[in-house]
């Protein structure tokens, strides 16, 4: 009955929530947070005091690991051994602990994450960093509570000189909760913490100004502030961490030199990680991967191959390895044994905060033990005074306190005075003694006023503060390891791509892809051609063009909206492939198809796209001008370019400068010159205004357009559908007001065929021709000659053998320049144009039957 009185019954959810409530919190509060004043975990305070207690200083000479670990574990940490001897590991390695507090000795572990030896093997003692963190621990600065078994005291927070929670960092798992805290620079920390000194009201930014970003043991590189800011300003982020590497050039290759690598990461994980993706293929130019470090330093050698570039394969590194990673800032600690998230500011005024309470409390210990001090001092000044006197009354005295009392009662002394007096030696009596108990008892009173001074004003308090922080700095300050580079993290997927000269073809069917331009040859006039694309039945290249794998292309629908793609997003294939649907690529409507083209180097000039215009020439001879600023920012789905009207569709679209020569040509044969300035700017979705009239038989219609700058060296060139083409200067072309029926521009007659293409072109271009059943050719517009404006022209292609028609036309740089560009190296982003500053590059824009592009940094 007794038995069953004693058995509580208790409801088993109420029980436990109670029980994991208890178990959450000492998680929290007794081994997963550091505390916000020291920034220690009990773990690390209890080792770095059980070494104090033991005297392992950094004066002394080492001591086996086992024995520190059997101290901590006996007297104030009843956990696992391992636990202890690697958190004690962690705090002297060099790499993990931006400032270490351990002196370690022996195998204590490396970068590559090999393991530290057994602690019978290691020793260790604090450093002189360690020890600073418990400066003035025993002049009750900090509260003392009970050890596990109630047989000793530890301290709850050590006095911490040092802003540690700052300079080292943390991390640890608690229970629905975590805190993952970066290292800093020791030297801005404390700047920042005299700035808070001199003004309690500065904020996050101000503070920024001296703590600009965390400080990495192993170096590298910060990359991007945004996420710093977030982590500063709130007490979450991301900081982007990025390794440094140095591109070497050597006789036949280039290699990859790292010498510094983001925090956390393991180096020997990071050498095999990148060989595996060179062994799975996904990343390409790489012959050899080394790891080449040294006790001087780190170094990571990769060797590409010859004919890698060294600046594409480190960028894929960096996006495919953790030579770029990123660190997930949870500033969370523990306030007043709370857990918080705290910003900059919280962190410093925290410590701050806690100095003072040090300080305060210190000086009043000293205060204390000066006043005991001046007291005895004062009876033994009187005694010094009354010598024979005092001697006179220890001598008639039976014992001791005897003499106590009768000493108390004649002077008028403390007891603790007397005391001091009936123990005072023979030596004491001297005259030089004499004089010394004067100049202590000044001596210590001028401290006492200090401390009272001190603890009477907190602007005193805070200039000591301050003093012994600047001491702090100028004895373990250093310079930064991270570098920070003030730019964006995202990566650039440029960055992954050379940017190498392409020819981007489209079928009339609307399959896209860019070839390699060295995988075009140039053959003589009048030539049968090679095999090009190989196209599906019914299909024929009906658009080809020239880019750089790093420029933007916009492409106009023929319905009239707008879309943009990198060139390196276009699918690459030989001249032999069919290229990929643009549905496939582009968010286009079933019932739309594109139809024109332009290449932009840079829709983030804000110069450029203010300065230029994009031309719209529709099939019905409608022509829109529109600042080139307005397609300017990039949407999936697109916008709407011109408003069209119904039946009619646009054909072709130019890039301009405002200064130049439109010349239309329609199918019959004709074209229409006018100046640029004749046709007003209008907005993004505006209809537009009549360029060129076309013939009323119902079969014409328009076939391109081009923008001509340079009157002297650029020509017309057109080209028929049966193979016929010629050159013609510019002035044949008479100015008239737009939207006239102009001039003819080629004797039409059932030899060559109706008009398919017109061209601005110069002597140092290639000309492209693309038959409809895919058949290319190249010539020179130099073997073609200048003639008369109305004149037939001269046979460009042999069709008879084929029965086959011209689909599309294309000028290109011609060979020589290209051989000229690769032999100099020169920048292949002008390729398209002739090296001389008056070719006319304000066509550049895209033509259903010419697919032109030109240019646009010279316009």
Known sequence: MVEQDRIIKINIEDEMKSSYIDYSMSVIVSRALPDVKDGFKPVHRRILYGMMELGNTSDKPYKKSARIVGEVLGKYHPHGDSSVYLAMVRMAQEWAMRYPLVDGQGNFGSVDGDSPAAMRYTEARLNKMGEEMMQDLYKETVDFDPNFDNTLQEPKVLPARIPNLLVNGASGIAVGMATNMPPHNLSEVIDACQAYLENTEIDVEGLMQYVKAPDFPTGGFIYGMSGVKEAFETGRGRVVMRARAEIEAGQTHEKIVISEIPYNVNKADLIKHIADLVNEKRIEGIANVNDESDRSGMRIVVDCKRDANANVVLNKLYKMTALQSSFGVNNVALVDGRPHTLNLRDLVANFVEHRHDVVIRRTQFDLRKAE?????????IIASDNIDEVIKIIRAAKNPNEAITNLMTRFELSEIQARAIVEMRLRQLTGLMQDQLHGEYQEVMARIAEYKEILNNDEKCREVIKAELQEVKDKYGDERRSEIVYSSEEFNPEDFYSNDPMIITISHMGYIKRTPLSDFTSQNRGGVGSKGTDTRDQDFIEHIYPATMHNTMM????????????????????????????????????????????????????????????????????IKKTLLEQYSRPRQNGVNAITIREDDKVIEVRLTNGK??????????????????????MGRTATGVRGIRLDEDGQDEVVGMVAIRDLETETIMVVSEEGYGKRSEVEDYRITNRGGKGVKTMNITEKTGKLVGIESVTDENDLMII??????????????????????????????????????????????????IEEEDVDVEGMEQAPTEDEDTSTEGGNPSTGMLFDDNDL
């Open 771 to 820: 038959n409809k059943s895919g058949v290319t050719i190249r010539l020179d517009v130099e073997d073609v000659r200048v003639m008369g404006r109305a004149t037939q022209g001269v046979r460009l292609i042999n069709l008879d053998k084929r029965n086959d028609h011209i689909g599309s036309i294309c000028k290109v740089l011609s060979e020589e320049e290209e051989e000229i």
């Open 555 to 622: 492409f106009f629908t023929q319905m009239g909206k707008c879309y943009w793609l990198k060139v390196y997003e276009i699918p690459e294939g030989s001249k032999n492939s069919k290229g990929r649907a643009i549905q496939n690529l582009l968010n286009i409507d079933r019932n739309d198809a594109v139809n024109a083209y332009l290449r932009v180097e840079d829709l983030n000039d804000e110069e450029f796209i203010n300065s230029h215009y994009v031309i719209f020439c529709t099939k019905h001879g409608v």
């Open 660 to 681: 130049c020569n439109i010349v239309i040509a329609n199918k019959n044969g004709r074209a229409i010159r006018f100046h640029e300035e004749n046709v007003r700017p």
């Open 372 to 380: 005991e001090r001046a007291h005895i001092l004062e009876g033994l």
